[in-house]
């Protein structure tokens, strides 16, 4: 298997990740029983180079276009949600790196293999030390948690024994994130969940573990990225992050399209004449999942080809870019739901039944619909925006 880094040119993501397709599809049953990804297929796509996509030249990575990106996780999500969603999130955490200092950077991001995990809320607890700070908390949802070389997080910091956190200049609390080897910290075993279950999204627990200052950074708008984030890419701050949670839903979404054609051709309910394929209410429902899935898609890489035309020409993404990459990721997912949700009804009893794959999209898609960054509440958080009354959700800053 070729790496990605070797390969001068590729025509299409589903190019990049064919060698892959057989591989993952045969470990998507292991992974959803054992409830994490499998070792074989974390190294396959290491091996690929792909945990590295994001990654700084400077270190090892290789900067690729957010477009780029964005299809080879749908094409990867197509086979494997779980493996499409691990990668998505290892690669989303690398963009963070610009908030740290260069000496933090090195540490952190210099390994060109290193896989990345973490989650953000509940905040943890950092008590200040000589030379860093004293962690402890718990974090649900950490994809990927059994591969990662790195755990992030965001933590407030609290003085001594305090009970309330620090405040900054603007009367919020300071909050860092942070960054730990994930031998330092401990897995819990509590995902136990509708679908997404091959992730292995599990709790992490840290206590009062060291994290040294360069490990850490402050959670602010970015001023000055480290001298290893100078590219375009970077120039997205967190967003491209935010937007690259909607592919995985929409390659589970071209997947029980595909899935649904295949029935479709072979199957004739019972009692009735007539095929799947020869019904009405087939073929329409067909011809609606693709446009909607079609129109998800162009929304969302038109919002990336926009901002990424603005950062190519030195720009950093200004709140209007901000605001139509969140509602082109929210819309995705949410139509990629409604896409398996037109699939699963058409299926009929074949919808319910393990042995075929729609009842696994119907959980993966509903799932990723929950997740804080692009659920149905961050609509709102946009049109806060817009209508310019007090915006709850605080990443818009960013």
Not at 15 to 24: A, G, I, M, Y
Not at 246 to 268: H, V
Request: proline share 6%; net charge negative; aromatic share 10%.
């Amino acid at each position: 298997m070729k790496p990605l880094s070797d390969q001068a040119t590729f025509s299409s993501p589903v190019e990049v990740v064919r060698e892959l397709h057989p591989f993952l599809e045969a470990n998507t049953i292991e992974a959803e029983r054992e409830r994490r990804l499998p070792d074989t297929v974390a190294d396959a796509m290491r091996q690929r180079g792909l945990y590295r996509m994001w990654r700084p030249k400077a270190f090892g990575g290789l900067e690729l276009d957010p477009m780029t990106v964005f299809g080879i996780i749908e094409e990867i999500s197509r086979f494997d949600s779980a493996a499409g969603w691990n990668l998505q999130l290892s690669c989303a955490l690398d963009l963070f790196g610009a908030w740290f200092s260069d000496e933090g950077a090195q540490e952190i991001f210099g390994d060109s293999e290193a896989i990345l995990a973490g989650a953000f809320f509940p905040f943890r607890r950092a008590v200040p030390v000589d030379g860093g700070y004293r962690i402890t908390g718990q974090t649900p949802f950490v994809s990927g948690a059994h591969q990662a070389s790195w755990f992030f997080g965001l933590a407030h910091v609290f003085d001594d024994d305090e009970q309330a956190p620090r405040l900054g200049g603007n009367g919020a609390p300071v909050t860092l994130i942070t960054a730990c080897p994930s031998r330092e910290a401990v897995i819990l075993d509590t995902w136990r969940t509708l679908g997404m279950r091959g992730t292995g999204s599990h709790d992490v627990r840290m206590i009062d573990v060291l994290v040294p200052v360069r490990r850490t950074a402050l959670l602010a708008p970015l001023e000055k990225p480290g001298i290893a984030y100078g590219g375009p890419l970077y120039r997205l701050t967190i967003w491209a992050s935010v937007a690259v949670l909607a592919p995985p839903a929409l390659g589970i979404a071209r997947a029980a399209i595909d899935a649904l054609l295949d029935l479709a051709a072979k199957k004739t309910p019972a009692y009735a004449a007539r095929s799947l394929k020869d019904r009405s209410t087939i073929q329409m429902a067909i011809g609606q999942s693709e446009a909607m899935l079609g129109a998800a898609r162009a929304y969302l890489h038109e919002a990336l080809e926009e901002v990424w035309n603005a950062a190519l020409q030195g720009r950093t993404i200004d709140m209007a870019g901000k605001i139509k990459m969140q509602l082109a990721a929210t819309h995705a997912v949410t139509a990629a739901a409604q896409v398996v949700d037109l699939v699963h009804a058409a299926a009929g009893a074949s919808g319910i039944r393990d042995e075929y794959p729609f009842q696994r999209y119907f959980r993966d898609a509903h799932t990723i619909t929950q997740h804080a960054f692009i659920c149905a509440s961050r609509y709102e958080s946009v049109g806060q925006l817009l209508l310019g009354v007090p915006v709850e959700w605080p990443f818009f800053t960013l």
